[in-house]
């Protein structure tokens, strides 16, 4: 690990200050993922700024009857509200699924939302990787993909994303809040959140230098059926081969997201107008334009087979 200096910042305003003001800064909260790459030395920041002790650690009902959770919630708090544990199911059931009982009381909503890739390549620094080294590369393309995307990707990256939480919040339509080094506020849709890779998969989000996220905005609750369903090499502390969160209303409506597949949360407004036809029609507009390795193919046909299977779930 390189060495780096260390802030402990009280205030919002001072976070983003600091983060905006140093060259290669990072924030740090529960650390579960930034942490290991500092050791790995694919990332190396040169400051560390500890946001702990901001004071966004609450979930706070919203005037419009949503929930706002803030961006130091640990997961396993999230997952075990009452409030969303009754009226958005879909989160709960999506955070219980990632990682383990351990990781899961120390990372944070933020970071579950910024937590890069596991493509094999990104870990292995004796490899090219474009995500880790702009320009030097795809190992992947030619490599061992079965983890990795099938959509949604580009001729400089295949990795998937790994977060089960951010396919949950992208079905309930949530929205994050931040603030920009001049104190400046945004919110930003989750679908708008990550970017593809296009010829840039070392930009992985749209925010700014030194913009911190301060919180996840859910709507009222949607009502309806909320199902997770996660596919899996093994039944826990595995990333999800394909996943499938869902929305679904009595008469047949609702939204999908899925994971596993794509760089970011992957949702097609148009595809969800499909449901009635059921999955293989849903599926192809998912799917429209995949680009699929010999090795992940097989996602193709398991994307429709686990959103099958949430269907007649959600029927009962």
């Known amino acids: 690990m390189r060495a780096f200096s260390y802030e402990r910042v009280s205030s919002i305003g001072a976070a983003a200050r600091a983060a905006a003001a140093t060259d290669g800064a990072k924030f740090i909260a529960g ?3 930034l942490l290991d790459l500092m050791k790995l030395e694919i990332e190396t920041p040169t400051h560390l700024v500890d946001v702990n002790g901001l004071g966004l650690d ?3 009902a919203t005037r419009e009857g949503g929930l706002r959770i803030g961006a130091l919630v640990r997961n396993t708090d999230l997952a075990a509200d009452e409030r969303v544990r009754r009226d958005y199911a879909l989160l709960s059931r999506a955070l219980l699924t990632g990682a383990s009982g351990q990781l899961r009381n120390r990372a944070t909503t933020a970071g579950n939302l910024l937590q890069r ?3 094999p390549y990104f ?9 880790r080294q702009p320009g030097s590369g795809c190992s992947a393309l030619a ?12 001729d400089a990256c295949i990795a998937s994303h790994p977060s089960d939480m951010a396919v949950a919040l992208r079905a309930l339509d949530a929205v994050v809040e931040t603030v920009r080094a001049d104190g400046t506020t945004r919110s930003i849709p989750m679908g708008d959140l990550h970017r593809l890779p296009g010829d840039t998969p070392h930009i992985e989000h749209v925010l700014e230098r030194g913009e911190l996220i301060t919180a996840v905005v859910l709507p009222k609750p949607a009502g309806g059926k909320q ?3 996660k596919v899996r090499d093994r039944a826990s502390y595995a990333f999800a081969l394909v996943s499938v969160g869902a929305v679904v209303q009595p008469d047949g409506t609702g939204r999908v997201a899925v994971g596993g597949i794509a ?3 992957w949702r097609d407004e148009a595809a969800e107008k499909e449901l009635a036809n059921g999955a293989k029609a849903v599926a192809a507009m998912l799917l429209a334009g995949a680009r699929p390795t010999e090795q992940n193919a097989f996602k193709l046909t398991l994307v429709e087979r686990a959103l099958s299977a949430v269907l007649v779930e959600a029927k009962g």
Do not use: H, M, W
């Open 31 to 33: 650390g579960t993922n």
């Open 58 to 60: 609450r979930i706070e």
């Open 117 to 119: 890739t596991r493509c």
């Open 263 to 265: 760089p970011k949360p």
């Open 227 to 229: 199902i997770y369903r």
């Open 123 to 131: 870990y292995d620094t004796n490899q090219p990787c474009n995500k």
């Open 143 to 154: 490599g061992f993909s079965r983890q990795l995307a099938v959509v949604g990707v580009s």
